[in-house]
């Protein structure tokens, strides 16, 4: 499932981004799509990520309460909302996917997923 992120850019501290996750050829809805960022020096990190059916959805603690992640069946993407960003939200931004949810309470990784799409960066400066 060839995937693209976009909607990265230039934002102020403070301010919010929405970031948007599409995929050609391929129905979203059948995979777990996830969301990662990687800062310069840094390993992957894991965001988000919301089930096929849209009804499950996993936060990472440091993003809990100010990112949200959603899907679009209409345009056939998933997107996540970024609120309050911080300089520390600086990196790239990544889309993914896998075939299963896993059970809550799991702990989210890179490794999970096996389809990335190329990324979108985002800078939070003031």
């Known amino acids: 499932v060839p995937l693209q992120a976009s909607g990265g850019g230039l934002v102020q501290p403070g301010g919010f981004l929405r970031l948007s996750c599409a995929a050609s050829g391929r129905f979203l809805s059948r995979y777990t799509v996830g969301w990662f960022r990687q800062a310069p020096g840094k390993e992957r990190e894991f965001l988000a990520a919301i089930r096929g059916s849209g009804v499950n959805t996993a936060y990472a603690d440091s993003v809990k309460g100010r990112f949200t992640i959603s899907r679009d069946s209409a345009k056939n993407t998933v997107n996540l909302q970024m609120n309050s960003l911080k300089p520390e939200d600086t990196a790239v931004y990544y889309c993914?996917?896998?075939?299963?949810?896993?059970?809550?309470?799991?702990?989210?990784?890179?490794?999970?997923?096996?389809?990335w799409g190329q990324g979108t960066l985002v800078t939070v400066s003031s």
């Open positions: 993914a996917t896998r075939w299963a949810w896993k059970v809550s309470g799991s702990i989210w990784s890179s490794a999970d997923f096996a389809n």
